[in-house]
């Protein structure tokens, strides 16, 4: 399966290089790149890509609100989005996952990260930059879509699937931590989505996070 991007981002020099690194790649072809929110929106919206990669500062509407635009709550045929951009700011990596964006990745995270963050979001992984995943996730501690959920909900094997979720890892490292099939992670995960109302892994992490199952 060729997946296909849109890039969205004010500097023209970003866009030609996040191109060429991905369009190096035999199943990923970049079907638009576009300079603004406004038509990122457009775009996305008529040429429905597997996922967009946007910035957050860009003329007309920012990354955070395109990203609400195209997968926020309440969308009916959301598109992955992955916000890759220079600033870690706490509040822009909070509301970007929030508002459902399957990774967040700062620019300097070089060409591999990048290209694995697009896979990762078509496959319904999440992948943030590794230096903001446990920073992040650990203050994720206003009340969420999740928070009201408790731990007893889940069985024991389920909330071991959550622990690892929070820590950044893929379904095949989980599967190789606990000795799982991949198969059987995809159904304890769809398992723990249904119970925690949680939209993606990234909403699993932050209520893992939340619910001190972690420290």
Request: glycine share 8%.
């Amino acid at each position: 399966m060729t997946i296909r991007v849109l890039i969205a981002d004010d500097q023209e020099m970003v866009r030609i290089g996040f191109r060429m690194i991905l369009e190096h790649q035999p199943d990923i072809e970049v079907v638009a790149d576009v300079p603004d929110g406004v038509s990122a929106v457009a775009k996305a919206r008529e040429l429905r890509p597997d996922v967009c990669l946007l910035d957050i500062r860009m003329p007309g509407l920012d990354g955070l609100e395109v990203t609400r635009k195209l997968t926020g709550p309440g969308v009916v045929d959301p598109i992955k989005v992955v916000v890759v951009t220079t600033f870690d700011l706490d509040e822009y990596v909070h509301t970007a996952l929030s508002s459902g964006a399957s990774g967040f990745l700062l620019k300097d995270a070089g060409p591999a990260l990048l290209v694995e963050a697009v896979r990762a979001a078509v496959r319904g992984d999440a992948l943030i930059s590794p230096q903001i995943t446990v920073r992040m996730l650990s203050h994720f501690t206003q009340p969420g879509p999740t928070a009201d959920r408790p731990t007893e909900h889940l069985t024991e094997r389920e909330l071991d699937v959550v622990r690892e979720v929070a820590k950044g890892s893929t379904n095949a490292e989980i599967g190789a931590a606990l000795f799982l099939s991949l198969s059987t992670v995809k159904t304890h995960l769809a398992s723990v989505q249904g119970k925690l109302g949680a939209r993606n892994r990234v909403e699993i992490a932050s209520w893992a996070w939340r619910s001190g199952l972690l420290s």
